[in-house]
């Protein structure tokens, strides 16, 4: 069975205190990683895809990475308006790229 | 561009009612989905459907849930006669032919009394 598997549940960081998301998956074919993110009472904002082992992508203080096993949601120096859950998903279908499994997510609090 | 419109925002009802749920996809977006968040887990994945036709409902519940899309109007989600374990938010998002990224609404947050 497909699973995706987010840790820690919960991070709190000082401001410009840098740490790591992991987002560990066990699927029969991966078509595409996925990063989200979601602010309280808001729907999930998309931040990045990864596709194969090896790749990285990043945006402002975000950088993300992919093995065969996992990926890495890197935070640089993060500031308060970083605190959000992120949200880790992967498409194995081959009929729909938006039919995703996710994960139960990472709550992430930086505090000024 | 507005964006995924759902509404409404907050539902509430009582056990036994049916709750209608409503989703305008982005402009120029033909292919929407619906997922659940239940209270502490995950989305869950609930159906796939383009404009009169469900694509995929492999994660719709057998009883008391349908969807539906249109050739005009909002995709709506239906769930009749609901128990309190409905309670959720329930989001829609939407994505171009081809496209691999999903545009997500604000979501509708059913509570069941």
């Known amino acids: 069975e497909d699973q995706v598997t987010q840790s820690p549940e919960a991070l709190r960081l000082q401001e410009g205190e840098s740490s790591s998301l992991n987002c560990s998956y066990t699927?029969?074919?991966?078509?595409?990683l996925f990063w989200y993110r979601q602010d309280p009472g808001k729907g999930p904002e998309f931040l990045f895809t990864?596709?194969?082992a090896g790749e990285e992508k990043e945006k402002e203080r975000l950088k993300a990475t992919l093995t065969k096993k996992e990926s890495f949601l890197h935070i640089t120096a993060p500031k308060p308006e970083d605190s959000a859950t992120y949200l880790c998903a992967v498409s194995v279908t081959t009929d729909s790229w938006g039919k995703l499994q996710f994960g139960a997510g990472t709550q992430v609090v930086v505090t000024p | 561009n507005a964006g995924v419109m759902q509404n409404p925002r907050h539902l509430v009802r009582r056990r036994g009612q049916e709750a209608r749920l409503r989703c305008s996809p982005m402009k120029g977006h033909s292919h929407v989905y619906w997922y659940r968040q239940l209270p502490e887990e995950g989305l869950k994945f609930m159906v796939y459907l383009q404009k009169e036709n469900i694509i995929d409902e492999s994660g719709m519940p057998k009883e008391r849930f349908s969807a539906e899309f249109p050739k005009e109007g909002p995709s709506i989600l239906r769930i009749q006669q609901v128990v309190r374990g409905d309670s959720a938010a329930y989001f829609c998002?939407?994505?171009?032919?081809?496209?691999?990224?999903?545009?997500f609404g604000a979501g509708s947050r059913l509570t069941v009394l």
């Open positions: 699927v029969s074919g991966l078509r595409g």
């Open positions: 998002a939407s994505s171009t032919t081809g496209a691999n990224v999903l545009t």
């Open positions: 990864l596709y194969s």
